[in-house]
Structures are given as C-alpha cells and as structure tokens.
C-alpha cells in the first residue's frame, strides 16, 4: 500500500511538470538568456603566470651550528617568500605605476588578496604565481613588475642582512686584532724584562698539552658572541611573548643531549684526531640531535606564531636557534674550564715567572685562532654581500594569455539553464506540495472518514 501511494505520488508530480512545461521551458530559457547577457557585459579578466624556483637558504658565515633543512623547514621558506611577495612595499608601488590613469584606484588588499595568486607545486621547489587584469597585455605587465619588484626586494633585504653580518663581523676583527697586538706586545716586553727567549721542555710539553684547547676556546668564544648578537637581532625586531627555550621541556631536552655530547667530543679530541673512530662516532649523534632539534623549533615556532604569519615564524626559529647556540658554546666553554683545571697541578711546578710566561704565550694562541677565525668569517661576509647569491630563479617568465580565464561561457551557460530548470521545478513542485484543497470525493472521504 505503501509503495502504491508513492508511486501515485511520483505520476502526480511528473503530471504537474507537463502540465507547466512551457513556463518551466521559458524561465529556463530567460536564465540562459542572463547567462548570455552576463557574458557579454562581464568585463573579462586574463591571468598572467610566470614559475620561481624557491631554495631553501644557507646563509654564508651566519649560524655556526650547521642546521639541517626539513620539509617543514621548505615550506616555511616558500611561506615567507610569498609574504614578501605580497607585502605593501612590493605591490603598493606596482599599484601607482598600473593605476595613475584610473579613476578610482583599487586597495592593496583588493590586489594582494584578489589579483595575485600563489600556489606551491606539490612536492616541488616551484612556486607558480598568477597575476590578473583586464586585458592580457595588463595581465603580463603586471606579473613582469611584480617579478621585478619582487626579487629587488629579495636583494635589498638580503643586501641588509649580510651587511649587519659583515658589519658586526668587522667590529669584532678590528677589536680581535688590538687584542692581538696586546697580547704580542706584552709576550715581548715579557721576554725583555725576564731574559726569556724560548721555553724550557716542561714548559713545551703543557703548552703543546693544551695548544687544542685554545682553538676550540677560540671558536667557541666567536660562535657565543655571533649568537648573542643574532639573538638580540631577534629580539629587536619584534615582542616576542612566552617564547623561549627553557620554557620548553622537548627543546630544553634536546638542548641538554647537544652540550652532553658537544662535552664529549671535547674530551675526545684531548686524547683523539678527528679521524678517531670514536670522534666520528660522537660527531653522527651530533649531527642527530641537532636535526630532531630544528624539527621541534619548527614545531614550537608553529605553535607559538599565527600560521599565515611564515616571517613571525622564521624570526621565532632564528630566537630558538641562537638560544640553543648560546646555551651549547657556555656549555663547552665550563667544559674548556675544567680541563684546564687538569692541568693546573702540572703547572704548579713551574716558577711564578715560567706559568706568567706560560699564561702570557696561552693568551697570545688564543687571540691569534680568534682573529685567524673571524678574517675568515669576514672575508665570507665580504663575498656573501657582493654576489648576494638569491635562493629565488625565475623558471618561466611571465606569459601572455591568449583567453580570459572569466568569464568561462563552457561553465556560465549550462550553469544559468541548470539555476532556471531547478528554480522553475521546485516552484511548481513546492506550490503542489503545500495545496492542500480537495479535489475528488475520494480525498473527501479519506479526510473526513465518510461513507
């Protein structure tokens, strides 16, 4: 019985579609004759696009913790990419060039948000970006300023960046070599004042005992003050709120297993050569640490920053990072110390004026590694500045399209007679539904239970 009144149900609706189709054929027929108007009087819209290549950076003589890129690590690269692409000081000047003749300019957020499209291809270093207008010729124009602009940009702060690094670099050499010059003048009014030109055996024997040490004090000592300096960079440029190292147990973790391992390839070279299996085997688990350290600082940056802001991210990882520098170069210079200290019952052997004469040769070892180490780091600097070797490569310039990509008629027309025939049917189909008059003395004796 059921299935019977459905059936009735299904023959009455498909009467009421007959009976008005000549309304429902007409109203779809007007729909897609808006479809057509709409066509027509839409303005079309090109789309330019053009294809960069994003690489992940390695900046020349900036972190001395070689950091090991991630996937992560990739797209918040191409992240940050796109928010300089996009930000003002890239498309409001494009905007003025493009619209001096309009009458009614269009928004930065109307261009950022609706004119310029980005899309990272899957798996791929490619960033493809789409430009529009109202004519092809536009489309293209404005996706070659935007290139333009875009990688003089990258220059300037690149340009910017490398100069601060060069910069504080050059600083610290130019103090590195008057402490030199200290430090040798006080060694040879030394030997002057005490008639002493050349060490006796014991004396050679610690010197040569702790000669390591001193350059690895050296390069400790210039890997602390460039991560201070790097994080105060940090600092500088924004409030960071709640974001810290310590205030991480994961990031702490690790940073503790870095310094216990950092400490025992310091004890290993006291003994050992790099080559030593044993130096090789703690460099490994170093290198280890500190990957599954940058994918945790990745992780927390994530967490602690908006995701659509990638710059505040980058910014945030460059604190955490210099952090876990600052905390690994203390870490090994108490370690330094306390070797030290090992030798402190060798040298009390010697006359006050053999560990002076000792003490005054340490100091001069030490600031001629710190001032070899930072010309080298400077001359980097120097080169990085110069060549400002950009991670972006253009792949494809940008193209001139033969079609507008709006308005797209195989889509508009089929879609205007669809809106028509659904609209014009579930009138007739609703107004049906909700007549509840009765037609015939069946539906009369139904109703009412009459015989």
Known sequence: MHNEEITIDLRELWRILKKNFKIIFAVTLLFSLLGVAYIFLKKPIYESTSLFRIQIPHGIANSPIEWEGTDHTAQKSIGTYVAILKSRSVVEPIIAQLENNAEKVPSYEEYSNNRILTENLRDTEILKISTRASSAEKAQEFNRLLTEKFLNRLTEISRNTQSNTRQFIEGRVEIAQQELTTAEDTLNNFKKEKNIFSPNEQMQIISSQVKFLDKIKAENQINLESARARNDAANSQFKISGGSLANNASLRSYQVQLAELEAKRISY????????????????????????????????????????????????????????????????????????????????????????????????????????????????????????????SIVDEPDLPEKPVEPKKSRVLPIAALVGFILSCGFFILRAIMDNTLKNPAQIRQKFNLP
């Open 269 to 392: 070279l006291e003994q050992y050569t790099e080559e030593h299996p044993l130096v090789k085997e703690v460099n490994e688990s170093i290198a280890g640490i500190k990957k599954l350290l940058q994918e945790e600082i990745e992780k927390v940056a994530a967490q602690q920053a908006p995701s659509e802001d990638s710059v505040y991210q980058s910014l945030l990882m460059d604190k955490f990072k210099s952090e876990a520098e600052i905390a690994v170069a203390e870490n090994n210079l108490e370690v330094i110390a306390q070797i030290e200290r090992k030798y402190q019952s060798e040298v009390t052997n010697l006359t006050d004026t053999e560990r002076e004469y000792l003490e005054l040769t340490r100091n001069l070892n030490l600031a001629q590694e710190i001032y070899v180490m930072l010309a080298k780091r400077f001359e980097e600097a120097k080169v990085a500045e110069v060549s400002l070797i950009n991670e972006v």
